[in-house]
C-alpha cells in the first residue's frame, strides 16, 4: 500500500485496457450502501471459491471498467450483482484502502461507498463474473439492529456503526476517510 494517497479522481487509463493494480496502484472500486424503504441495507455473502467457510458480507460494488466513472461503475455492478436497477445514487459516504487475500492473490483497492436508496427489493444476481459465481452466495436486507448484532464478518469492519450513524445524523457533508483495512 503507498504510504500517502491522494483521493482525487485520477485519470482513467486512457483506454490502455490495463487496470491500474498492473501499473502499481490500487485498483480504483465503487460500492454501494444499499438502503430499502425501511433503511435495512443490502449485503451479499462471499467466500473464497474453493472454501465456502470462509465466508463474510460485503456491500455491492466493484472495479471500474474502461473509462467509467465511480457512479457508473456503481449502478452497473449493482445491476450485474443484484439486479436491481430502479435506484437514486447519492453522495460518496466514505473512502477506504483495503488490501486482502481473495482467490489466490492480494487485492489491493481504493473504494468509495455511495449512498443510494431503492424500493426494488428482490434481488436477482443474473450478471455475475465466473469468479463471483463461484465465491457469493447470495444476498441479504439487514437492519442495523441486526448488523450491530451480526456475529459473521461484515466488510467494512465498522459498517454497523457508520450506517448508525448515516441513520441518525444524515450523510456526511464531505466522505468520511476511513481506516486503512489490511486483511
Known sequence: MPAE??????????????????????????RVVLLDPEERILLLHGHEPDDPADD???TPGGGLEGAETREQAALRELV???????VELGPVLWRRL????FAGRRWDQDEWYYLARTTQTATEA???TDLERRSVA???????QELTE?????????????????????PPATPE???TEIV
Not at 482513467?12 to 465503487?30: N, W
Not at 450485474?80 to 430502479?86: L, N, R, W
Request: overall charge negative; hydrophobic content about 30%; proline content about 8%.
Open 177 to 179: 476517510v476511513l481506516d
Open 5 to 30: 494517497v491522494s483521493y482525487d479522481e485520477p485519470p482513467h487509463d486512457g483506454g490502455t485496457g490495463t487496470p491500474d493494480e498492473y501499473r502499481g496502484g490500487p485498483r480504483k472500486v465503487a
Open 138 to 144: 447470495g444476498a441479504r436486507w439487514w437492519t442495523c
Open 150 to 170: 451480526a456475529h459473521e464478518t461484515v466488510y467494512p469492519t465498522r459498517l454497523a456503526e457508520l450506517l448508525r450513524r448515516v441513520l441518525d445524523e444524515g
Open 98 to 101: 483495503c488490501s486482502f487475500p
Open 126 to 128: 443474473a450478471g455475475l
Open 56 to 58: 463474510w458480507w460485503f
Open 80 to 86: 450485474e450483482e443484484t439486479g436491481i436497477t430502479e
